[in-house]
């Protein structure tokens, strides 16, 4: 070949390379735009499945990748503070029962007012209990609720009925129960109440707290001391059960938030107080001690029934470069027909805050479900009587209430030095945290 024809067929394969980059058959597809969410990872494995489910069908709707990311009951705050110290926020998040407060007092929430009234139009109005949570004290709504975890009293029927003991109604007859069943050689530790830093210590902590009209702020949200007999009379409580009844098991205190849940369904504890997960492994794996399981509404105090509440809620980030998509994800997950599709596959763990999907037959199966539906109507806050606010969020979020209880338990201080130490902690919040 000569010179002249080898540099024509060079030049010829340079234009046929050119040409094929620019051919639509060989270009890179186009990545489609993400929008990052991040969820609860509950113990209920089914409604994780749903929930990501109807998220990616929708993402699918709207040809947009989404990235979904899943937190644990345990480290949702840390993992939240975290992302906003990174910058580093999704555009949809799920938030627990402090979130709300504690986010939109950091600036941190979009406004979701109309949204919220689009939801209620729909699906009728919210629950009383879930207000507080989701708007704020002008009336703004800057997260929408999902659904209530609703905790309640786990009871081994034929473990009581063995002992002749009955299901407690109030916290003294909690008490009565765990000591009867022990000194009727039934179960040495039938109790399982851990006080450690998880969900089922510091909400367990509240209802037992505001159901003997305990708090730490006042009704318009300002901090009261907790240096009063109530205090001493709910701390007492929660620190005999271990030392004085020895009716719970030694290790609770070290238990995950897992560890009552797996003390229970292995038969080593009579009751405790949990969200409905217990339930869902007894019904999906159809084990034996269903049919002496009861879930029951939590006990009363000298005040009532006055109980903590894990609300789900779903808020936008203002970070968020894709607001108008963030708020048709809610929209579209929180429309009838998908939100009853995941409700039925919550196995009962998850319970609506709208009117009109609380009133699908789905909730009348058994005693136990009427019973889960019917726990979020005593639900209080963290900061009650007065408004939940940031300052009251990072009490509960700071553990507090939990670390409360195991000086006592684990370090051995009598309960006077205690409070002491949790008054100043509360003080300091107050102090540099909004309380409006």
Same mark, same amino acid.
């Given at each position: 070949?000569?010179?002249l024809?080898?540099?024509?067929?060079?030049?010829?394969?340079?234009?046929?390379l050119?040409a094929?980059?620019?051919?639509?058959?060989?270009?890179?597809?186009?990545?489609?735009?993400k929008?990052?969410?991040?969820?609860?990872?509950?113990?209920?494995?089914?409604?994780n499945?749903?929930?990501?489910?109807?998220?990616?069908?929708?993402?699918?709707?709207?040809?947009?990748?989404?990235?979904?990311e899943?937190?644990?009951?345990?480290?949702?705050e840390?993992?939240?503070?975290?992302?906003?110290?990174t910058?580093?926020?999704p555009?949809v998040?799920?938030?627990?029962?402090?979130?709300p407060?504690?986010?939109?007092?950091?600036?941190r929430l979009?406004?979701?007012t109309?949204? !919220?009234? %689009?939801?209620?139009?729909?699906?009728?109005? @919210?629950?009383?209990?879930?207000?507080? *949570? $989701? #708007?704020?004290?002008d009336?703004?709504?800057h997260?929408?609720?999902?659904?209530?975890?609703t905790?309640v009293?786990?009871?081994?029927t034929?473990l009581?009925?063995?002992?002749?003991?009955?299901?407690?109604?109030?916290?003294e007859?909690?008490?009565?129960?765990?000591?009867?069943?022990?000194?009727?050689?039934?179960?040495?530790?039938?109790?399982?109440?851990?006080w450690?830093?998880?969900?089922?210590?510091?909400?367990?902590?509240?209802?037992?707290?505001?159901?003997?009209?305990?708090g730490? !702020?006042? %009704?318009?949200?300002?901090?009261?001391?907790? @240096?009063?007999?109530?205090?001493r009379? *709910? $701390? #007492?409580?929660?620190?005999?059960i271990?030392?004085?009844?020895k009716?719970?098991?030694?290790?609770?205190?070290?238990?995950?938030g897992?560890?009552?849940?797996?003390?229970?369904?292995?038969?080593?504890i009579?009751?405790?107080?949990n969200?409905?997960?217990?339930?869902?492994?007894l019904?999906k794996?159809?084990?034996?001690?269903?049919?002496d399981?009861?879930m029951?509404?939590?006990?009363?105090?000298?005040?009532?029934?006055?109980?903590?509440?894990?609300?789900l809620?779903?808020?936008v980030?203002?970070?968020?470069?894709?607001?108008?998509?963030?708020k048709?994800?809610i929209?579209?997950?929180?429309s009838?027909?998908?939100?009853?599709?995941?409700?039925q596959?919550s196995?009962?763990?998850?319970v609506?805050?709208?009117?009109?999907?609380?009133?699908?037959?789905?909730?009348?199966?058994?005693?136990?479900?009427?019973?889960?539906?019917?726990?979020?109507?005593y639900?209080?806050?963290p900061?009650?009587?007065?408004?939940?606010?940031?300052?009251?969020a990072e009490?509960?979020?700071?553990?507090?209430?939990?670390?409360?209880?195991?000086?006592?338990?684990?370090?051995g201080?009598?309960?006077?030095?205690?409070?002491?130490e949790?008054?100043?902690?509360?003080k300091?919040i107050y102090?540099?945290?909004?309380?409006?």
């Amino acid at each position: 070949m000569t010179l002249l024809a080898r540099g024509l067929s060079i030049v010829l394969a340079a234009l046929l390379l050119l040409a094929g980059a620019g051919s639509p058959a060989l270009a890179q597809p186009a990545q489609k735009p993400k929008i990052r969410v991040w969820l609860l990872r509950t113990y209920v494995p089914d409604a994780n499945h749903a929930l990501e489910d109807s998220i990616k069908r929708w993402a699918t709707s709207k040809n947009l990748d989404p990235v979904i990311e899943y937190f644990t009951f345990d480290d949702i705050e840390t993992k939240y503070v975290a992302a906003i110290e990174t910058n580093a926020l999704p555009d949809v998040g799920q938030l627990q029962t402090i979130g709300p407060a504690r986010y939109r007092g950091m600036g941190r929430l979009l406004d979701l007012t109309d949204l !919220a009234n %689009e939801l209620v139009r729909v699906n009728g109005p @919210m629950l009383e209990s879930a207000l507080p *949570v $989701v #708007r704020a004290p002008d009336g703004r709504f800057h997260a929408v609720p999902f659904n209530y975890i609703t905790d309640v009293q786990f009871i081994r029927t034929d473990l009581f009925r063995k002992a002749g003991a009955k299901v407690p109604t109030t916290w003294e007859e909690v008490r009565e129960a765990a000591r009867l069943i022990k000194a009727k050689g039934v179960m040495e530790y039938p109790l399982g109440q851990s006080w450690n830093r998880s969900a089922d210590g510091y909400g367990v902590f509240q209802a037992l707290l505001y159901s003997h009209g305990g708090g730490w !702020a006042d %009704e318009q949200g300002n901090y009261t001391s907790i @240096m009063n007999d109530t205090w001493r009379a *709910v $701390v #007492r409580w929660a620190s005999e059960i271990y030392l004085k009844d020895k009716t719970v098991p030694p290790d609770a205190m070290s238990w995950t938030g897992f560890g009552n849940n797996e003390a229970f369904l292995t038969g080593k504890i009579a009751f405790t107080f949990n969200g409905p997960s217990i339930y869902y492994v007894l019904e999906k794996e159809r084990r034996p001690i269903l049919k002496d399981t009861l879930m029951a509404i939590k006990p009363a105090g000298p005040a009532g029934r006055n109980h903590d509440v894990l609300l789900l809620s779903w808020t936008v980030f203002s970070s968020s470069k894709q607001v108008d998509a963030a708020k048709d994800l809610i929209r579209f997950v929180m429309s009838t027909d998908e939100a009853k599709k995941y409700m039925q596959q919550s196995w009962g763990q998850m319970v609506p805050a709208f009117e009109r999907l609380r009133q699908d037959p789905y909730w009348q199966k058994n005693e136990s479900y009427r019973a889960v539906l019917e726990a979020p109507k005593y639900a209080r806050t963290p900061g009650w009587p007065g408004p939940l606010t940031a300052a009251a969020a990072e009490v509960v979020a700071t553990h507090v209430l939990t670390d409360l209880c195991a000086r006592v338990i684990v370090d051995g201080w009598d309960i006077e030095k205690a409070l002491e130490e949790a008054d100043k902690r509360i003080k300091d919040i107050y102090a540099n945290v909004p309380s409006r």
